[in-house]
């Protein structure tokens, strides 16, 4: 249990005391909500209880405070409650908790942070889902970072996570992707060929043709009609281009528990079984020969065709029979990243997933767009003319460190700009080489200690080497890093992390600045070498969680 819903019980306990020793008349209480103030100066936790129950209680928000002063601050970890207009229980945290949460990480280590759950979710996370029509390029990339992120997060809460990549391994696109590579092996054949206009022209066509040129010479001579060729290629292109996915997300230090293939729907009846389920719930209509799905019933501008009147079935009944799939796997919690083309999506494709009956969790989050940043100038990206910067080609440049903190550092929700020059920078305006670097000058402080014969770190420390600003301060910070993981994870909001490592990494640069570490005084030394310890542990802990290593050395 994190100490933000230790704190809830807390409260709620001195609730409960007051109401029987009469002081308030009230009867069950159910839990109690618990904040950050805005301002740390006002205290360390804060709730709201004593406005939001004055009414029910028919006493003044500050009376209330009053009474469940007295009551809270008889926690051990409490070191003081202040009761401030309007109504707000400000909650100081106490040194003795802090130092008792200090020795906890460092026996934990690696451990510290994560969440047991009573009743954890079972969660699907599809992200990505790149067209398998070319290379991917930098917006997936930034969906890889923060969905992985994600997943880790959620992981890291006490959740069960799996990871699924959906392969759009059907219909016009991938038709047109085979008909390009057709165009492409009449080429390499000295054959005269009309490009189709909206084919795709960049030169990673060409290495396809030339890979399945060589591969398959005999399967290509056997093939009597155009279409059967089409086909053919098209399929072999798809499964190149997945493969060369599979293995960019793999140095990107994403790994999918599941590759679903939207091929598979179609060919097992899904897609039909999905639009007799709707019918039978009675959420499709027919209108001019065509079946369509009463969208507007759930907030969408206007009813969404299903079937078209020649009978093919859109895109969006393939989606639904995809999502059916899912729900019918047994998932809590579902949650779609899409690209920013997708906004208009999410409420017809929700009111489908309403539809079908689902009584959990279905989210879809916007990965918003990105662009890359070279001097002030927008790096110009195009898939069908093969003008883009590649993830494979960022990752070359930057690598992968740099490259996952700043597509998670920022709200998925906001725009980002991408600054290449800041991500190649080794400085301390690089926020990468900032956290990296905090790691690596505590690692080499215990390297000094090493040299010089003092005991690394102990847990036998005196409570009174902490009674300062600046190791309160970090006290305070590292024993919210459970707290952060938690939030991250609920909100889908990865960013907080990030957040939460900078002003981490700056609390303790103030505190080395302020503090010698390593002294003549043991006692000092031993406090202060524990309580590096303890953010060393923290930044490598939340620095995994975002797939970026914690060098020792730098």
């Not at 618990?34 to 006493?59: C, H, I, M, N």
């Not at 799905?293 to 020649?310: A, E, M, N």
């Not at 017809?348 to 990105?370: C, E, M, N, P, W």
């Not at 303890?534 to 050395?553: C, D």
């Amino acid at each position: 249990m994190i100490f933000k819903e230790e704190l809830s019980l807390i409260i709620k306990g001195a609730i409960e005391s007051a109401a029987r020793d009469g002081l308030l008349a009230l009867g069950s209480v159910q839990a109690v909500k618990v904040e950050y103030p805005k301002d740390d100066r006002f205290g360390d936790y804060s709730t709201p209880f004593a406005l939001e129950s004055a009414r029910v209680l028919r006493k003044s928000p500050l009376e209330i405070g009053e009474i469940l002063k007295k009551y809270i601050e008889q926690s051990p970890s409490i070191e003081k409650v202040d009761v401030v207009k309007p109504g707000f229980i400000n909650i100081f945290i106490s040194l003795d908790h802090l130092i008792s949460n200090l020795k906890k990480i460092v026996r934990e280590r690696d451990g510290y942070g994560k969440n047991s759950r009573e009743n954890p979710r079972y969660v699907n996370i599809e992200f990505v889902s790149a067209n398998p029509t070319g290379p991917m390029n930098i917006v997936s990339a930034r969906a890889a970072a923060v969905g992985d992120t994600l997943a880790n997060l959620m992981e890291a809460n006490g959740d069960r996570v799996e990871r699924e990549f959906y392969v759009n391994d059907y219909g016009n696109q991938v038709r047109l992707l085979g008909l390009s590579v057709l165009c492409r092996l009449k080429e390499l054949r000295g054959e005269a060929v009309e490009f189709p206009e909206e084919g795709y022209r960049g030169e990673y066509v060409k290495d396809i043709t030339k890979t399945i040129a060589d591969k398959y010479s005999k399967e290509l001579e056997s093939f009597s009609g155009e279409e059967e060729m089409v086909e053919f290629l098209s399929r072999k292109a798809v499964e190149h281009n997945v493969a060369g996915q599979r293995e960019d997300l793999e140095l990107f230090n994403v790994h999918f528990d599941r590759w679903f293939s939207e091929r598979t729907i179609h060919e097992k009846g899904e897609v039909r079984n999905a639009l007799a389920f709707l019918e039978q719930r009675g959420a499709v209509f027919n209108e001019e020969g065509k079946k369509v799905f009463r969208s507007t019933d759930h907030g969408d501008d206007k009813d969404r065709v299903l079937v078209r009147d020649d009978g093919r079935p859109t895109y969006f009944l393939a989606d639904i029979a995809y999502h059916k799939n899912k729900i019918d796997r047994g998932y809590d919690t579902i949650i779609d990243i899409w690209g920013p083309d997708h906004h208009g999506y999410i409420a017809r494709l929700s009111g489908a997933v309403k539809s079908t009956g689902y009584k959990g969790d279905f989210r879809v989050l916007i990965a918003q767009q990105v662009n890359l940043v070279r001097e002030g100038e927008i790096v110009k990206m195009s898939k069908r003319l093969g003008k883009f910067s590649t993830m494979r080609e960022l990752i070359d440049e930057i690598g992968v460190d740099v490259s996952r903190y700043f597509f998670v550092m920022r709200s998925m929700e906001s725009h980002l700009d991408f600054d290449l020059v800041l991500a190649k920078r080794a400085s301390s305006e690089n926020p990468v080489f900032y956290l990296q670097y905090a790691h690596a000058r505590i690692c080499s402080i215990f390297r000094e200690a090493e040299v010089r014969g003092i005991a690394c770190a102990s847990e036998d420390v005196r409570r009174d080497r902490f009674d300062n600003p600046e190791s309160s301060a970090l006290l305070k910070l590292l024993a919210k890093f459970p707290e952060e993981i938690s939030d991250a994870a609920m909100t889908c909001e990865p960013h907080r992390i990030a957040t939460y490592l900078m002003r981490l990494a700056q609390a303790y640069h103030r505190f080395y600045t302020e503090h010698r570490v390593l002294s003549d005084d043991a006692e000092n030394t031993a406090a202060y070498l524990t309580l590096c310890d303890a953010v060393r542990i923290v930044l490598k802990n939340g620095l995994a969680l975002m797939g970026v290593s914690a060098p020792e050395r730098m």
